[in-house]
Structure formats: structure tokens, C-alpha cells
């Protein structure tokens, strides 16, 4: 079955520590990736997404990931922690079908909670 | 521009009864989801509409269902409501067929069964 999976379930760092949220996915297909990012009180925002191309990605508020297709991996960094990071933080995969099309639904990670400290 | 808006906010319903959840996707989009999220569970895909038509469900029972109108809206219906039932439903929309789109997400509706 597909799967995606968090590593961490809460995280607690200091301001300016530099983050590493790792992500892995079980399918043997073309995947599409994403993190999404829920900030307290607030609805799932996208923070960057993997479709195609240089498996390094950036997305907004300095946040990048890396696709390792051997790993069935896209971990999420971002060297310098802010306060305003706090949140809960999503890994989803999207997988696509051979046709290109998608069966439209996203497997979500349980997410991790980022916790950080001024 | 609107983002994914769903309506109602909150809604306490009785065990048995049905409820009903609304959600109006960003314009031009042409695809909705329903995702369930509820506590310790995480994010489950329950469907996805696009022009009108259910092109997939996740693994949920009959009684959750819902449908696309003309306008692209959707609702979300789930008849005979468990304590279970509790969680925090999403819409999302996109392009058609997200492959190569991203979706977006609305603030949710919180369903409590009581």
C-alpha cells in the first residue's frame, strides 16, 4: 500500500538551529511531492512542491527539500530556524499514473510539529 | 483572489443524523477534494470531484458522499453520523487533475458528533 512517513513527530529547536524534517514514501512509480505547512490557527498552506527537473527545490521562507529517488526521500531543511517556523509540517506524495494523469488524491504524512524556541 | 472557502465553519450534530459541508474552489479551478482530518489520524483523502463527475474515493464508507455542481462547488454529505465522524474535513481544488497542479486547501470544517 502507499505510505508516507514522518520520521519525527515533534521537534523542539533553538532559534537559528538549522532543521531537517525527513520524509519517505513507499510507491514504485512517478511520484509528485510536497510539503505543506499548517501554522497555528490556520488552514494547510503549500510550502514548496517536486514535479520534475533538478531534485532540489525551493520553496517559500527559505525552506528547500531534496528529492532522492534511490531513498524514496524528500527531506525538508532549512538552515536557520525562526520563531515564526512554529507549526506542524506535512509531507505529502502524489503518484502518477502512467498515462501522466493522477488518481487526484494526496498521501499525507502524520506530520511533524516544529516547535521553536526563542 | 478568493481562496477555497467552506462553509460551515463549526457543526455539532447528533449521532445518527446526517451533515452536510459546503465549498466554493478557487475560480477556474474545475477539481475538488474532501480530505478527513481527524485527531491522531492525520490527513485521509476521502474524494475527488472534477467536471461534475466522482473520479476517485478513498477508503470510507457510503455514507460519506458528496457531489459537484455546475458551478464547480461541491458538497460533502455524511449520512448517519458516528462519534468517529469527529474531525476537521478540508476542500481543496485545482486545475483538473492535479498532476503537474498544486492544490490548494480551504480552512476546513469542524464536525463534532456528540
Known amino acids: 500500500a502507499q505510505s508516507v512517513s514522518q520520521h519525527n513527530h515533534h521537534v523542539i529547536l533553538s532559534e537559528a538551529a538549522s532543521l531537517e524534517l525527513g520524509c519517505n514514501y513507499s510507491?514504485?512509480?512517478?511520484?509528485?511531492l510536497f510539503w505543506y505547512v499548517q501554522y497555528p490557527g490556520q488552514h494547510l498552506q503549500l510550502l514548496l512542491k517536486?514535479?520534475?527537473?533538478?531534485?532540489l527545490v525551493k520553496g517559500i521562507k527559505g525552506f528547500e527539500a531534496e528529492f532522492i529517488k534511490s531513498k524514496f526521500s524528500f527531506n525538508l531543511r532549512k538552515p536557520s530556524v525562526q520563531w515564526s517556523d512554529t507549526a506542524e509540517y506535512f509531507c505529502?506524495?502524489?503518484?502518477?499514473?502512467?498515462?501522466?494523469?493522477?488518481?487526484?488524491?494526496?498521501?499525507f504524512g502524520k506530520g511533524t510539529k516544529l516547535s521553536v524556541k526563542p | 483572489e478568493a481562496g477555497v472557502t467552506q462553509s460551515p465553519t463549526h457543526l455539532i450534530k447528533t449521532r445518527g443524523q446526517q451533515a452536510t459541508l459546503r465549498c466554493s474552489p478557487i475560480?477556474?479551478?474545475?477539481?475538488v477534494y474532501w480530505y478527513q482530518q481527524a485527531l491522531g489520524l492525520g490527513l485521509q483523502f476521502l474524494l475527488w470531484?472534477?467536471?461534475?463527475?466522482?473520479?476517485n474515493r478513498g477508503n470510507f464508507p457510503p455514507r460519506f458522499s458528496g457531489r459537484q455542481f455546475p458551478n464547480y462547488s461541491s458538497e460533502l454529505n455524511v449520512n448517519a453520523l458516528e462519534l468517529e465522524d469527529s474531525a476537521l474535513y478540508l476542500c481543496?481544488?485545482?486545475?483538473?487533475?492535479?498532476?503537474?497542479?498544486?492544490?490548494?486547501f480551504g480552512e476546513g470544517s469542524w464536525l463534532t458528533v456528540v
Open positions: 505529502a506524495v502524489g503518484p502518477v499514473m502512467n498515462y501522466g494523469g493522477s488518481q487526484g488524491n494526496l498521501i
Open positions: 470531484y472534477d467536471e461534475g463527475e466522482e473520479r
Open positions: 517536486y514535479f520534475s527537473g533538478d531534485p
Open positions: 481543496a481544488s485545482s486545475l483538473e487533475g492535479f498532476s503537474g497542479n498544486t492544490i490548494y
Open positions: 475560480s477556474g479551478h474545475t477539481s
Open positions: 510507491y514504485g512509480g512517478t511520484v509528485n
